[in-house]
Nanobody
Framework: QVQLVQSGGGSAQAGGSLRLSCAAS??????MGWFRQAPGKEREIVAA????????YYADSVKGRFTISRDNAKNTVYLEMNSLKSEDTAVYYC?????????????????WGQGTQVTVSS
């Protein structure tokens, strides 16, 4: 049975940092990503990382502030979030896909984590 279990997140002041983790079990995936959904907005991709070639993708809104990384031995992906802004407030979801070439497309992700609230206060 495939599971993605998220941890981390919570609350931070603007300018602060938080870290999210997502541990996958049941199988390995070609790519994993982080998405977020703020109230009244559509889910959007934040970052993704390929297991195949270590390639990464970042949304323009988080470039230079967020870092995605992975530990293949632990089948875990991380999202380090620095210089947080109030607009980063959202529920964050990790996701896993078999299709590394489509890692920026939410519809190509097969499995999703339970979601974690991140709240940034100014």
């Amino acid at each position: 049975q495939v599971q993605l279990v998220q941890s981390g997140g919570g609350s931070a002041q603007a300018g602060g940092s938080l870290r999210l983790s997502c541990a996958a079990s049941g199988r390995t995936f070609s790519a994993m990503g982080w998405f977020r959904q703020a109230p009244g907005k559509e889910r959007e991709i934040v970052a993704a990382i390929s297991r195949i070639d270590d390639g990464t993708y970042y949304a323009d809104s988080v470039k230079g502030r967020f870092t995605i990384s992975r530990d293949n031995a632990k089948n875990t992906v991380y999202l380090e979030m620095n210089s947080l802004k109030s607009e980063d407030t959202a529920v964050y979801y990790c996701a896993a896909t078999r299709f590394a070439g489509a890692m920026t497309t939410a519809g190509r992700y097969d499995y999703w984590g339970q979601g974690t609230q991140v709240t940034v206060s100014s």
